[in-house]
């Protein structure tokens, strides 16, 4: 009788804790075609897993019988870029996401979490990263300062 308690308890108090909290930050959405950080390392145009080929946000792979999509996004924050994918079933309904628009995101080691327009929060996996460089002064920039 103790144990059953004893869980009852717990359960209830995890119940109550709801989700975890994390820490939110907001990006741009950049096509994951036409952008500079990642262009040349989309999937575009290539067999994937077994797919049809990468089309504009998504492709699709048939493996063992099961049909996926595997949606691609690009992040743009002040200080990096990220190259993120999320995979889904066929009739999964896609993430409510726009591109050049602002979106809301949460990185937790080598996951994202994304929150769609319709206020849905997906998990995505991050395949690469990379570090925002500050604009360049170029010699005319700096005497047309003075």
């Known amino acids: 009788m103790k144990t059953i308690t004893a869980i009852l308890v717990l ?5 109550i804790a709801g989700p975890k909290e994390r820490d939110w930050q907001t990006g741009t959405l950049l096509d ?5 950080y990642f262009a040349a390392s989309t ?6 897993g077994g ?12 493996l063992g019988g099961v049909q996926s ?10 200080d990096s870029a990220y190259l993120v994918e999320r995979t889904r079933l066929n009739l999964a309904k896609a ?19 994304v929150v769609d327009q319709e ?8 395949v690469k990263r990379v570090l925002r460089q ?9 005497a047309s300062s003075k």
């Open 11 to 15: 359960t209830s108090a995890f119940g």
């Open 32 to 36: 994951p075609d036409r952008n500079h």
């Open 43 to 48: 999937p575009a145009d290539s067999e994937i």
């Open 51 to 62: 797919g049809q080929g990468f089309n504009g946000f998504t492709y699709h792979q048939n």
């Open 69 to 78: 999509t595997v949606d691609h996004y690009v992040i743009e924050t002040p």
């Open 95 to 113: 993430a409510a996401l726009h591109r050049y628009q602002p979106v809301k995101f949460a990185v937790e080691k080598n996951k994202v979490w």
């Open 119 to 126: 206020g849905k929060e997906y998990e995505a996996k991050i």
């Open 134 to 142: 500050p604009p360049t002064e170029t010699p005319a920039s700096l």
